[in-house]
């Protein structure tokens, strides 16, 4: 029985100034269906890679990804992603943002009302009925994640994959999102694979959590299974011996097994 | 509030009642430049009555610019409908643009007065010579600006069409035109600059009816009044075609809003 996202023996080579470099060397993951799974490392580790590659964005060199029994082969809407520095379209408000991704999945069998329904749900999950007539550079940094996180969702997708989604806020707003995401994950059970650097959040939202060791040629390092029970309250969580144990593994791996990386 | 609009009135005004002073003194030691008071004389009989018609080499000023106008802007006009278009294939697609670049550099620094020839012998007649010298000059820096502007679109933009698998239609209506339609208006507000300073130039030599015209017809009249008030003229509306170009721009730029 293979998983349901299954990322098999993967290589990635980037080609840069006539010299060959390998970024990411055999790596494995599988993830189940309704799973949270998050990729931790250092920085240049080539997290963001292995998630290309899910995304089809980038194309391994060896091995390849599978998702629901069919082969990865270039992007696609089934696989959405949520960018790190958001990319939603400036020209466009939120609903036309998340619009455009609803009209794009569901335009040829739904009617315009279905599509500005789900449009209008998927800001309301995310809680941004109020600002949906903003423009982008009208509204906050975490809020553009949410119409982010809203276009991606409202995609349908089989796998929802979140590039260093909250990297660029700051902690308050940061830890809303954490909660907001927990929320909607709650009542949806999508399937998630979210790269980050940052050891709370990815004890907190992971079911499991995949340490990759450092670049050139990172490769899965070790992957730790995070059995806290949900709902999780990250002021219970704060006091919870069983999560320091967790974040305290996350941490020898990154600090004393892999040290730092050469250049930072 | 009063304060501020009397800082920004005063400065200007004050410039140009410099400049009108610097001209009464000149024109009072020389003997061919009229002085501002012979010159707004001159100026308010020109228009009082701008839209005569004494036969095809004597009409009046509002008809000259209209004709100058009209070149301008059907030059403009088929120049916007060749260059912008040409500008989002050569953005889109690198070895088309590498094919045109070598054409581009070569031509662009030509003055389009140098086509005026190449126009008077294909079409044989003053009029298309004049429009197809607008077209030239203008047709480049909208190749070019648009150009720039789809190339250079944000990856993460691009990105976002390729997750979603948008087809080629979408991305180009969805995400380049409203991108690089900054860029595109920059583009034809250059245009029309260079399109209203040659014309003037094309049609001092073209004849028949415009301001460009006009004013060398008043230069063989030897009324000099009439050549500064020609000269204001331009300036004005060279200023009001910018000006109006600025207000689209801005209409149109999803970065103000």
Redesign the interface.
């Given at each position: 029985m293979t998983a349901y996202l299954e990322i098999d023996n993967v290589s990635v080579v980037f080609k840069a100034r006539g010299q060959s470099f390998v970024a990411v060397q055999e790596v494995d993951i599988k993830v189940d269906q309704g799973e949270f799974v998050t990729i931790i490392g250092h920085s240049g580790c080539g997290k963001s890679t292995v998630l290309n590659v899910i995304?089809g964005?980038v194309e391994p060199a060896r091995g390849g990804a599978v998702l629901a029994g069919r082969e990865i082969d270039?992007?696609?809407?089934e696989?959405?992603?949520v960018?790190q520095?958001h990319?939603l379209?400036?020209?466009l408000t939120c609903f036309g943002n998340v619009h455009?991704?609803v009209e794009?999945?569901f335009g040829a069998k739904e009617s315009k009302a279905q599509l500005a329904e789900r449009t209008n749900a998927a800001l309301a999950l995310v809680g941004l009925t109020h600002a949906k007539a903003k423009?982008p550079?009208?509204i906050s940094g975490g809020m553009k994640q949410r119409v982010g996180i809203a276009r991606a969702l409202a995609?349908e997708p089989k796998v929802l994959l979140m590039d260093e989604p909250f990297g660029a806020l700051d902690a308050l707003t940061r830890a809303n999102l954490q909660d907001a995401l927990m929320d909607i994950q709650a009542k949806s059970r999508n399937t998630v694979v979210m790269i980050t650097h940052d050891v709370d959040e990815a004890v907190l939202l992971s079911d499991r959590v995949v340490m990759m060791t450092n670049g050139p040629a990172a490769t899965v390092g070790e992957v730790l299974s995070i059995d806290l029970p949900r709902p999780r309250h990250r002021l219970q969580l704060a006091t919870d011996p069983r999560y320091h144990a967790l974040r305290a593994d996350i941490l020898r791996f990154l600090h004393e097994r892999q040290g730092h990386p050469i250049a930072v | 509030m009063a304060r501020s609009g009397l800082a920004a009135v005063l400065p200007p005004l004050f410039g140009i009642s410099a400049l009108v002073l610097i001209w009464a003194l000149v024109a009072r030691g020389s003997d061919y430049l009229p002085g501002p008071g012979s010159t707004l004389t001159s100026a308010i009989e020109l228009f009082s009555d701008p839209f005569y018609r004494k036969g095809p080499n004597d009409q009046g000023i509002g008809w000259n610019l209209l004709a100058s106008l009209s070149r301008v802007a059907q030059g403009f006009g088929l120049a916007a409908l060749v260059g912008i278009p040409l500008g989002f294939v050569l953005g889109r697609f690198t070895m088309i643009s590498r094919a045109f670049q070598p054409i581009v550099s070569l031509l662009r620094p030509v003055s389009p007065l140098a086509w005026l020839p190449i126009g008077l012998a294909v079409f044989q007649a003053a009029n298309p010579a004049a429009i197809f010298t607008i077209f030239i000059c203008s047709i480049w820096p909208m190749l070019l600006n648009t150009a720039l502007g789809v190339a250079s679109v944000p990856q993460?933009?691009l990105?976002?069409a390729?997750?979603?698998?948008?087809s080629e239609w979408?991305v180009f209506t969805?995400?380049l035109l409203?991108?690089s339609i900054p860029y595109v208006l920059t583009g034809a507000k250059l245009a029309l600059g260079i399109a209203w300073l040659s014309i003037v130039a094309s049609e001092m030599l073209t004849g028949g009816v415009g301001i460009g015209f006009w004013l060398w017809d008043e230069w063989n009249n030897l009324n000099m009044e009439h050549i500064l008030i020609a000269i204001v003229v331009i300036g004005v509306v060279g200023l009001a075609i910018e000006q109006g170009m600025n207000l689209v721009a801005k209409r149109f730029d999803?970065?103000s809003?």
């Open positions: 995304a964005l270039g992007p696609s809407p696989r959405a992603v960018f520095n990319s379209l400036p020209w455009l991704a794009r999945v423009r550079n009208e995609m | 993460d933009y990105n976002v390729r997750v979603l698998r948008l979408t969805r995400i409203p991108a999803y970065r809003n």
